[in-house]
Every structure is written in C-alpha cells, then in structure tokens.
C-alpha cells in the first residue's frame, strides 16, 4: 500500500512537469522534487527496527520511512541484508561538553553568517537552533558540523580509494577481499591522512586553546595527505589550512614529484573533481567546504538509518557495484539542512545533508547538478569505541571514520574510499611543526 501511495505521487507530479515544463526537465526536476516531499512529510516510524532484525528484498519498501528515496533505490538487489542495531549514544568527552557548557552562550552569527565569540567546543546548543529562524539555524548546524568533537585530529593507515563502474551482477575476483558484490575497479589509489586541529582545542585552556607552534590561534586545522600508490601519483603530498578567518579561502598546496616543484591550488579547485573521482575536496565526510561558500537553510528534522558502528575492522562492501556496505544500520536523528553555493559555476545547484543531531557528523548528503538533477549521494561510515562502565579515553568518545561512498546516479559511477585503520593520536608539537614543514613536503622522490 505504502509503495502504492509512493508511485501515485511520484506519477502525478511527474505527469504536471512534463505538461508544463516538458519531459527532459521533468526528468531532472524528479528526484529533487520527490526528496523534498520525503523531508516535508510527517515522520511516523512504524517500521519494525527492532535489533538484530535482518531486512532483505522483499522488506525493502518499508524501510522507505527512515531512507530517503534515492538512497533506498540503491539496496533494491536480490542479495540485499540491512541489519539493524541499536541506536548508541555517542556523547562527546566531557571536556568538550564542559567547554560547550562555559562559551556557548558567549557565540553568536555575524551579520554575514561568521562566527562571532566561539571559543571551544560546540558554537550553538540545540536550543538556540530550535529558536533561530531557518536560515540563521542552517548556518549554526553548518557551524556546529565543522567544530565537530574530534579530539586532536586523526590519521588513517592502509587508506585505499576505489574508483568503480559496472561489471554485471556476479562477484569480481579482482576486487579486494572487502568487496564481495559486482563491479569493477577502474583506479585505485592509496595514501596516509592526517588532520591536526591547530586552535579551539577544548583540552589547552590553559594554552589559550591552541597549539603551540606556527598556525595555532590562526587556523583552525591541518591536513597532510600523501600518495603512496599507484606509481604515476606516489609522492604527491598536500597540505590543506583552514583558517579561523572564515572569510580567508583555504591554503592548498601540493607537491607533484614527476614535476618537482610545489603549486598552490585556487580555491575554485576544491570544487573540481579529486583526481578523477565522484567527490570533491568539498566533499569529504559528507561536507567539509567553507561555511560561507554557501547559503544555509534548515528543512527540517529526520531519523535515518547510517552505519555508526561497523561491526568487522575494515568495513565490507557489497551491492551490484560493491558500494553499499554489508554492515549494521541503526536510526540517528538528524538536522536536515539546505546549501547553495554563493559561486554561480559551481558545479552543484544545491545539497542537502542529514548532520546527526548529537555529533554533528553528516550521515548522509545529497548533491544536485546544475540542471537541478540529483546527481550524487555521498556518505561515510563510522566506529564506536565501547567504554560502558569507565571513564572513557580522549580517543573512546570521537566517531572513527572507516569510509566513504560517492554514488554517481547519472554516470553510474561509484568512489569507494576506506581505511584499515584510524587512530585519534596525540602529537608532539614539534612531531607537529615537522609534518607540516616546506621540507617534509618536497622531500623523497
């Protein structure tokens, strides 16, 4: 009945754009169009997401109350398994929370959408969001995403992106071990990460909440990437600032070693495609773009399902292009918000996030092109680290990220990006000043 209602709608409004508007912007209109009916609907879950539950084709459609309909579509293959879990809570260190608690109320928006007053931890409480106009609660849902609890940054070890297409429906024995369904690599690349967190440190109050050494009290992070595979890009290095100044664009700087020399990108290449793959420097973790690059709207409020808590070490991926992972789902509540870019040749008319009303993680984003066609979903998958009963360590209480998934809809084309393994680590500040030093970056090939 359900899936009846849900063809009807879909059947109507796709019959009045193709009178009005004709048949191929009808085309590209439909998806956007039936993803915000989905957000404007009353949600009332009587699904059954009791834990440990298995649901398998056949079940499908009734998984349709707590997943968007694009993402939904993806899990409509004969082998499909979503197991449910429990919904954890994952709070944050109490170090975060009680700096939250002491300077929160201190933080406000500029007349511009910056940040006036933040301090440390979470800029704006659920409470100011919920009073906020819609417009002025998307920017403080955008704030609070990217003053995230994180402790001192992360690294990956072992971190593989995938480039995939189609391959039919039958497993590839060319694929990784992780990848037990279809399709097929077309590039792979592998590199270490590593993001340091250089200011609003809620652990050094004392320090002034910043590091000691060259970008503390001037950026807010670091991240160092370097390829180590394949042959052609091993070597490459690159080193991203963002700045406290949300008005300053990024510093990107990379070192191509076949050219040996160090190039500055422009800001506008953070919206271009990352080496050939369906996501952009903007892209990572849902959303990692500047703040006021865009406008900011919030839609609403959503429970949906995402993997929060893979179950093996290294997530496994399965599906007709082995982009969906074969692990545990549990039902988060979410924020949904709206971004627009301020550029006009932006290569995306909008997206719309699902950010986790607790961490502030983005669950699940949803990109459109120009022609206002969706075109890209974008998700990451997350492990929680079991403290029940203890003090938890510094490390126990942040979402370690295992992965990523681009789904190009249009292209048919998928990006695969997962890590063996994620640390949270505590660095020395001269480990520190090292990783990130003009010497470091054009050192070895």
Same mark, same amino acid.
């Given at each position: ?44 879950? !009587? ?134 369904? @279809? @399709? ?23 320090? @002034? ?82 703040? =006021?690059?865009?406008?900011?709207? =919030? ?74 066609? =969706? ?27 295992? @992965? ?15 890590? =063996?393994? !994620? ?23």
């Amino acid at each position: 009945m359900r899936e009846a209602r849900r063809g009807r709608r879909v059947l109507t409004l796709s019959f009045l754009l193709v009178l009005f508007i004709g048949p191929s912007v009808a085309e590209e209109l439909e998806g956007v169009a039936e993803l915000r009916d989905w957000i404007a609907q009353d949600q009332v879950i !009587t699904v059954d997401l009791t834990p440990g539950r298995v649901a398998r084709i056949n079940e499908i459609d009734e998984l349709d109350e707590v997943m968007p309909p694009a993402l939904l579509e993806q899990f409509r293959f004969p082998e499909v398994e979503i197991a449910i879990q429990t919904t954890q809570d994952q709070e944050a260190h109490p170090v975060f929370l009680e700096a939250t608690a002491a300077h929160a109320g201190n933080t406000s928006l500029a007349s511009d959408g910056s940040l006036q007053g933040y301090i440390a931890g979470q800029p704006f409480v659920h409470s100011r969001i919920l009073e906020a106009s819609t417009d002025q609660a998307g920017l403080m849902v955008a704030w609070n995403n990217i003053h995230r609890w994180d402790s001192y940054g992360y690294s990956t070890q072992g971190a593989t992106t995938y480039l995939l297409r189609p391959s039919g429906l039958v497993a590839n024995s060319e694929l990784p071990k992780y990848f037990t369904g @279809g @399709g097929e690599i077309h590039r792979s690349m592998s590199l270490f990460y590593h993001r340091v967190f250089m200011s609003h440190i809620p652990m050094l109050a004392d320090q @002034g909440y910043r590091l000691n050494t060259s970008g503390g009290g001037q950026v807010l992070y670091k991240d160092y990437m370097e390829f180590t595979a394949p042959f052609d890009v091993a070597g490459t290095r690159m080193v991203i600032e963002r700045s406290l100044d949300a008005h300053e664009s990024d510093q990107v700087i990379s070192y191509l070693p076949t050219e040996r020399r160090v190039r500055r990108l422009s800001s506008r290449e953070r919206a271009d495609s990352w080496l050939g793959s369906e996501m952009t420097l903007d892209d990572f973790e849902g959303f990692s773009g500047r703040v =006021l690059d865009y406008t900011w709207n =919030l839609l609403g409020e959503k429970s949906i399902l995402a993997v929060a808590d893979v179950k093996p070490d290294v997530v496994n991926y399965f599906g007709p292009m082995s982009n969906l992972p074969y692990d545990r789902w549990q039902l988060r509540d979410c924020y949904v918000i709206e971004a627009t870019p301020i550029w006009n040749d932006h290569p995306y008319s909008l997206r719309i996030l699902f950010v986790d009303k607790q961490n502030f993680h983005v669950r699940l984003s949803l990109i459109a092109n120009r022609e206002g066609r =969706l075109w890209k979903i974008i998700f990451s998958v997350y492990d929680w680290a079991d403290s029940t009963g203890r003090q938890p360590e510094l490390h126990e209480t942040v979402s370690r990220w295992k @992965g990523s998934v681009a789904i190009d809809m249009i292209n048919q084309k998928s990006t695969v990006a997962h890590a =063996l393994k !994620t640390n949270h680590p505590i660095l020395p500040e001269a480990k520190v000043r090292r990783m990130f030093s003009s010497s470091n970056l054009t050192g070895g090939r």
